[in-house]
């Protein structure tokens, strides 16, 4: 049974997890995103790397910016699961990352800046 049981909450945790970053509030996202600006801007880089056109990239693609080996290594492509899955922990998701930065526990926040990422276009 309790077998059962974890493969039935494996089954329905993407869905769980959809569902949540689908209900994203970007104008509360880009609040929250004021803590990222000491290190990202949407359209140009600065101590990261730029924000613009975000969702749907390759992760260490934008060429003029010099990533972590590890992030040019993780094979990423930032959909919003793996933006929400890098959020909560960078070090976790991706080990010798340069990003010094703890994550975002609460998961609600975290889609709400996943959701304004999504308006940033670099046009």
């Not at 992760?59 to 972590?68: G, K, L, Q």
């Not at 960078?90 to 609600?108: E, L, R, S």
Request: net charge positive; aromatic share 8%; charged share 15%.
């Amino acid at each position: 049974m309790r077998l059962v049981t974890l493969i039935a909450v494996a089954a329905l945790w993407p869905l769980a997890s959809a569902t949540a970053l689908e209900t994203g509030d970007a104008a509360h996202g880009k609040t929250l995103y004021s803590q990222c600006r000491a290190c990202h801007m949407p359209q140009a880089n600065s101590v990261g790397s730029k924000h613009c056109d975000l969702v749907g990239r390759k992760a260490a693609s934008v060429a003029d910016y010099n990533y972590s080996p590890a992030m040019q290594k993780s094979g990423l492509v930032w959909t919003p699961e793996n933006l929400d899955r890098f959020l909560t922990n960078p070090a976790k998701t991706v080990p010798g990352n340069f990003m010094p930065f703890a994550g975002i526990a609460k998961a609600q926040n975290r889609s709400d800046i996943i959701a304004y990422l999504g308006t940033l276009t670099c046009r």
